[in-house]
């Protein structure tokens, strides 16, 4: 499955953006999206597995994942954005394992930069 991260971009602290995660050559079936920081490695955001939603507890509510079937594509709505979720957004899909980690995921997209000002 190949995957085209987009939807990225410069807004201000406390604007939202939505994020897509298009899938080709096969199903987006349950997927996650984690995010690269400068000088950090790979945090997982948030992640779509068999239908349940699972975040990092730190976004409190402020991120919301979701899937469109028809479009075979996942999105990423974030609000209140702030300075501190800067950082190059990766969608993946789930293989096996711990869903909050990295390594449980193949078929990494290119990434999207999101980046929020003060």
Do not use: H
């Amino acid at each position: 499955v190949q995957l085209q991260a987009s939807g990225g971009g410069l807004v201000q602290a406390g604007d939202s953006l939505k994020l897509s995660c298009a899938a080709s050559g096969g199903i987006l079936d349950s997927f996650a999206w984690f995010r690269q920081s400068p000088g950090k490695g790979r945090e997982f955001v948030a992640a779509w597995i068999g239908g349940g939603r699972n975040y990092d507890t730190s976004l409190k509510g402020r991120f919301a994942i979701s899937r469109d079937n028809a479009k075979n594509t996942g999105f990423l709505q974030m609000n209140t954005l702030s300075p501190e979720d800067t950082g190059i957004y990766f969608c993946a899909i789930y293989d096996t394992g711990n869903i909050r980690v990295s390594g449980s995921y193949t078929d990494w997209g290119q990434g999207t930069q999101v980046t929020v000002s003060s």
